[in-house]
């Protein structure tokens, strides 16, 4: 079961990691834009639509890996890339459809009852969904009971939320407050509604323990591809830390990263040789002593004394760190570096 503290760290997501925060308010900026009229607006809408669905999914199963979402990518915006995260949009015409049409023809009574049913399934349908990549097995009924069964009763968070929402905003509604307010709010909570339904999955690791078929992997070549659009976000995200001076702030939005990367090693690698294509290249001797660090406890010592080759030829005043001392003297006597033995044996 969720804790409180947890419910209420994802109540806070969206306005604590600032890569969805602004990611978010672009999309709804945009969404305001269009919602002006006209053939421009409808042109808009088309090219944000796709963007808000994806995005809204990529948090979802972002937060069922205990990772973040990362940035909009040029890619969100077009109607045919990852497919699958689009069928969002036939839940969504479900619920509206079903509310009308019980709402208008049976009352309000009706109505109640349809939407609880529907609160009931649609977050268990957005998991499935958000987990196999595949439309039909998020409308698989044996899947979505499966989920269910196995979240236990952390899930009845969900259908809870959904409902209190649709309570909240029915009741916004009769407020006298700015349309551009309200529907703030009314977006927010949306972002809220996913975010939480990813918590709610990741413990339970349903990939691997639900018995919900395998999508089809993506071959090498895309996977690195992907891999390497994940950390040029990163690495762009903390370049905008530490370029206004949040310096720890950089270097902890990379570590944070680093800890869940499919591949640390290559990616420690990666964003110190990038890093060492900036101007300023203070920041990367600063990396470059923890990825020394991180060589050295490795037993890996021939890329250890190149690392320190390197960033003596960039600063020459650059030492490990005061505790790696010991071990860079004995990566240097191992790949028999006399002139780099002297100096540390100098410190």
Known sequence: MLKAADIGREFAYPLSNLSVLFSALFVFLMLEFAAFGGILGLFLGFLVL??????????????????????LLVEDFMWLYSAWSLFLIVHLAVIIYA???????????????????????????????????????????????RLIRHTGASYWILPTYFLTAAFALRWLSTLALPDILAELISYYLVLVFFALTGAVVQPHQFHKEVNIHDPAEPDQETVDEDLQKERMGVLNHAYGFISRGNRAGGFKHIRDW????????????????????????????LMGQRYLSRLLHDGDYAAAVKVILRCRFVNESFLPLPEDRGLAREAAEHCGNDELIDLLERL
């Open 99 to 145: 509310t009308y049409i019980f709402g208008s023809l049976y009352g309000l009574a009706a109505m109640l009852a349809v939407n609880i049913l529907l609160a009931m399934v649609i977050p268990a349908s957005l998991a499935v969904l958000a987990i196999t990549r595949s439309p039909l097995e998020c409308l698989n009924p044996r899947s979505v009971v």
């Open 258 to 285: 680093l800890e869940h990367d499919p591949e640390p090693d290559n990616s420690w690698s990666w964003f110190f040789d990038q890093m060492m294509r900036w101007e300023n290249k203070e920041p990367a001797l």
């Open 50 to 71: 796709p963007a808000l669905f994806r995005y809204l999914m990529r948090i979802l199963d972002s937060r069922s890996k205990g990772r973040d979402p990362g940035p």
